[in-house]
């Protein structure tokens, strides 16, 4: 009897930890998961007469053969297949030096990691300034006489993608570098001194030792660095003020589905159809890339 | 054992105190509105506007109408209004009292989230005649009821810099008058003064509806699609975009590399801008030293034009406060309100006695947008403008850079306007 007091004892105790964990679980994750999955299958009208009218597949079919939601589709997956591999291998290198011993190694370290701190919408505003017309790149690259005149980065449909990928990448590594950083600081010394007496170089070390033993650091940088490339939205909505311009150069698919969401009327639904399509996307990209990497890295034990 | 059961009751008490504190809020929240007896509280809806003076004459008005009312004013501030206003509206916590852009009456009468002001208007024996026509109409519903009441309005005009006229050999009386002697003019300029653009532009649907409005035809079907790509419409937009494109007499100020037109007016950069009467006092305190004047728009097509943009006063078709709402609008759109407030921000006043009375006809700066009120092409255009202008203005840009061509990229934005505003209504 005692123990089974005791045990419900545990139970309640156990609940009430949980409880408050549960209930902003419950409310600003599952519910809105749910709600939107019963959206994308509804044309709903949400401002003024409240209405939901069963529409089937009906949102679905419409994003596949939606042109925009191509362009927006094509756009994102050009950015997420520049920016994951770069900023992996940068964050991975930069770690690497900054692991090495140099002098000022501690300064670097609070230096690079400097643009993580500060927002993406100021860094944005900032980067805009540097890719202006009359900005310091292009009066730099003018002063070395690579350009006869300046290059209009962000009003052009051909760069302004670029140049997003460019401020991405720079804000987004310092991140993954110090994942990276802690990484490093598990890998056994002993292999490196065995590769030293072996005679290996700098380079040998970095492609032998150094790369396969973070290879579930890697893992995790890319899984992360995939979601939230997919989900890119604050610099291209700052820089074409919401439309996704100049000519679609930079319409996402998180843009497209803020636009259908929040900026029409009536087509709440249909975002919602989209996002459950880039949700279903990510997945199977991560599920395809989880398939193909291998955590086991020694070979021991597992 | 003792303590584990003393500290799951207490743990379970603070859950419950978190839930308790959760649903408080809430309830809290919803019923702000009921209005008791003793101090009432009446929540308003704004921007803040782009000078610092407008946001001194909106406490002033709020703080007489407290004055004179008893009535607090919460304060709620949209950083991004059409999308903050929306999810307002969606989730019932939107303002008793707010501002609506004349562009979004349609959309918001037809979803009826707005209350009729009509009756209170009749039965207060409100007069509506001394607002400017258009301001006025602009909210008026399409079942003729008033939706809301104007608070102030803006048209735009021809900035132009003195100094870089008289540098080319001219004054402002040698501005012409009509479009065609105004492109060659532009011309005149740009050899004369080199390194100078002539004239600056926004690449925005807001700046151009007049223009491609100029030969007839209309921006929207009567249905309220798209017809942007209309003959009529492209072959009357087409000699501003073959300025930008060919001549590079007229360059959008995101060409020119500035990050507004304000910004590439003030840097000495070009002689011409077409803005709207706001950026009078942006110049005033950003660029002391310019010398600059302002004059009417040349004609199109042999007639007067210009774009006229009003923002006014609506009530919440779910305030629990109706009465109380209609006080406070009647209150702040009276010509006594009406004068402190568009005096102290600069603004012009929807109220014809009020802006005589500021002496604004005679006003050098200002006689120009106050005679565009007249004649000026509202800035409404049905229920799915937003969508339009978004099109528009996505691909606008490659247009003026001579990347498409003007059919093909209005045509586009006809397509994918019509294919979104489809989709809404199926």
């Known amino acids: ?302 | 054992m003792k303590w584990n059961h003393k500290w799951s009751t207490l743990m379970l008490a603070a859950g419950a105190m978190l839930a308790l504190g959760l649903a408080g809020c809430s309830s809290k929240g919803a019923s702000d509105g009921g209005g008791s007896t003793g101090s009432k509280t009446l929540t308003v809806g704004f921007w803040k506007g782009d000078s610092p003076k407008e946001s001194e004459a909106r406490d002033t008005l709020f703080k007489n109408f407290t004055k004179d009312t008893g009535i607090k004013i919460k304060q709620k501030v949209y950083n991004d209004y059409n999308t903050q206003l929306m999810t307002d509206l969606v989730g019932g916590t939107a303002p008793d009292v707010f501002y609506v852009d004349s562009s979004l009456l349609p959309s918001l009468q037809t979803k009826g989230v707005l209350e009729s002001l009509s009756s209170y208007m009749k039965k207060d024996k409100y007069d509506a005649s001394d607002f400017y026509a258009p301001t006025y109409k602009a909210f008026t519903g399409d079942d003729g009821k008033q939706y809301g009441l104007p608070k102030d309005y803006s048209t735009m005009g021809l900035y132009y810099n003195a100094d870089l006229l008289k540098k080319a050999g001219y004054t402002a009386n040698d501005i012409p008058k009509t479009d065609t002697e105004f492109l060659a003019f532009l011309k005149k300029l740009k050899t004369k003064l080199p390194g100078v653009t002539p004239m600056t532009i926004s690449p925005l649907l807001a700046r151009q509806m007049f223009i491609m409005q100029s030969t007839g035809a209309k921006i929207i079907t009567k249905s309220g699609k798209a017809n942007l790509s209309d003959p009529k419409v492209v072959s009357a937009l087409q000699p501003l975009i073959d300025a930008d494109a060919k001549d590079k007499t007229v360059r959008t100020f995101k060409e020119l590399g500035f990050g507004s037109a304000m910004d590439a007016f003030g840097s000495q950069k070009t002689v011409f801008s077409d803005e709207g009467a706001w950026q009078v006092s942006g110049l005033k305190t950003n660029f002391k030293d310019l010398n600059w004047g302002t004059t009417e728009f040349p004609t199109i097509n042999g007639q007067k034009a210009n774009m006229i943009f009003t923002v006014g006063w609506s009530m919440n078709a779910a305030s629990k406060q109706k009465d109380d709402a209609w006080r406070f609008i009647k209150f702040v759109t009276s010509k006594k309100q009406s004068q402190q407030y568009s005096t102290t921000a600069s603004v012009l006043p929807s109220r014809k006695s009020v802006a005589k009375a500021m002496g604004l006809t005679d006003n050098k700066e200002m006689a120009p947008f106050v005679a565009a009120a007249n004649y000026a092409t509202p800035w409404i255009a049905g229920v799915n403008l937003d969508t339009i202008q978004s099109r528009y203005e996505n691909i606008i840009p490659s247009a003026f850079q001579g990347k498409v061509t003007l059919a093909d990229a209005l045509k586009q934005a006809t397509d994918s306007a019509n294919k979104d505003i489809a989709k809404q209504d199926e």
């Open chain 1, 1 to 302: 009897m005692a123990r089974k007091s005791e045990r419900k004892r545990d139970i309640t105790q156990a609940a009430a930890f949980v409880a408050p964990m549960l209930l902003v679980l419950l409310t600003f994750t599952l519910f809105p998961i749910f709600y939107s999955l019963y959206l994308s299958f509804h044309k709903v009208n949400l401002v003024g007469n409240v209405s939901y009218q069963f529409v089937g597949l009906k949102n679905f079919i419409n994003a596949i053969t939606d042109e925009r939601v191509m362009i927006a589709l094509r756009n994102t997956l050009k950015y997420v297949a520049i920016v994951v591999p770069v900023q992996t291998v940068l964050a991975l290198v930069l770690a690497t030096v900054l692991n090495s011993g140099i002098r000022f190694q501690k300064t670097f370290r609070s230096l690079l990691f400097i643009p993580t701190l500060t927002s993406s919408s100021a860094l944005t505003l900032i980067f805009m300034f540097i890719f202006s017309l009359n900005g310091p790149i292009n009066s730099l690259l003018m002063k070395l006489n690579l350009l006869a005149a300046p290059i209009n980065f962000l009003n052009d449909q051909n760069s302004v993608m670029g140049a997003i990928i460019v401020m991405n990448i720079w804000s987004t590594v310092p991140m993954f570098m110090t994942i990276y950083l802690s990484g490093l600081q598990d890998i056994d010394m002993a292999m490196y001194e065995a590769a030293d007496i072996d005679g290996a170089n700098m380079f040998q070390k970095w492609f032998k030792i150094t790369v396969p033993q973070i290879a579930p650091v890697t893992n995790y940088v890319v899984m992360m660095g995939l979601i939230s490339t997919f989900q890119l939205f604050d610099q291209p909505y700052i820089v074409s003020g919401g439309s996704g311009g100049p000519n679609n150069a930079t319409l996402t698919l998180s843009l497209i589905i803020y636009q259908y969401a929040f900026r029409q009327f009536g087509t709440m639904g249909y975002a919602s159809a989209i996002a459950l399509l880039l949700t279903l996307v990510v997945f199977l990209i991560s599920m395809v890339f989880r398939h193909f990497s291998s955590e086991n890295v020694t070979g021991e034990g597992r």
